[in-house]
T-cell receptor, first 114, second 115 residues
Framework: NAGVTQTPKFQVLKTGQSMTLQCAQD?????MYWYRQDPGMGLRLIYY???????DKGEVPNGYNVSRLNKREFSLRLESAAPSQTSVYFC?????????????FGPGTRLLVL | AQSVTQLDSHVSVSEGTPVLLRCNYS??????LFWYVQHPNKGLQLLLK??????LVKGINGFEAEFKKSETSFHLTKPSAHMSDAAEYFC?????????????FGAGTRLFVKA
């Protein structure tokens, strides 16, 4: 049971390049989330998927797209990377849709956009 | 509207002394409250959570937190700090919102432990 896994761990991009961050969970969770973490700002929600086949915008969705490929996998795509997207990205999952349920986090992807 | 305020961005304690990390929240309903810990270059791990049962919640590694509705606080404490407690700590509130639940993270408190 690996929990939540993310690839890659590190990535350096040039402005304008595209890339996809991958996330998978093996806990049979329904909801999955993408956050970005910036110094002094906690975690901010980019997009989430409450169930397979649905996705919704979070607090900071501009410049990103997501795909809930199946129940296990939830990818985040940067179509044209910008320096403002330099951040640490975390994927998380939970069994239901919120409230008292614990979120489980992946180890993070560190992205540098030059 | 929900919000979370962690009152200290940094806290420094000596090993063996008590730890207090402060968190205040605002919520329209009956929130669930969480503390997560993040060690350097790692993901977030749940320390403890409050879900409307006992107001004093015990978590892993000797941490506990008390839900005080009258003060809208959920401060995290530990009687005796250990070097391994050095990390960043996040207070999180999850509450009902239009269309479902909303989860808000505090900005984080970095705990330093001196030998």
């Amino acid at each position: 049971n690996a929990g939540v896994t993310q690839t890659p761990k590190f990535q350096v991009l040039k402005t304008g390049q595209s890339m996809t961050l991958q996330c998978a969970q093996d806990m049979n969770h329904n909801s999955m989330y993408w956050y970005r973490q910036d110094p002094g700002m906690g975690l901010r929600l980019i997009y989430y998927s409450a169930s397979e086949g649905t996705t919704d915008k979070g607090e900071v969705p501009n410049g990103y797209n997501v795909s809930r490929l199946n129940k296990r996998e939830f990818s985040l795509r940067l179509e044209s990377a910008a320096p403002s997207q330099t951040s640490v990205y975390f994927c998380a999952s939970r069994l239901g849709s919120g409230g008292p349920e614990t979120q489980y986090f992946g180890p993070g992807t560190r992205l540098l956009v030059l | 509207a929900q919000s979370v305020t962690q009152l200290d961005s940094h806290v420094s304690v000596s090993e063996g002394t008590p730890v207090l990390l402060r968190c205040n929240y605002s919520s329209s309903y009956s929130p669930s409250l969480f503390w997560y810990v993040q060690h350097p270059n790692k993901g977030l791990q749940l320390l403890l959570k409050y879900t409307s049962a006992a107001t004093l919640v015990k978590g892993i590694n000797g941490f506990e937190a008390e839900f005080k509705k009258s003060e809208t606080s959920f401060h995290l404490t530990k009687p005796s700090a250990h070097m391994s407690d050095a990390a960043e700590y996040f207070c999180v509130v999850s509450d009902r919102s239009t269309g479902g639940f909303k989860t808000i993270f505090g900005a984080g408190t970095r705990l330093f432990v001196k030998a």
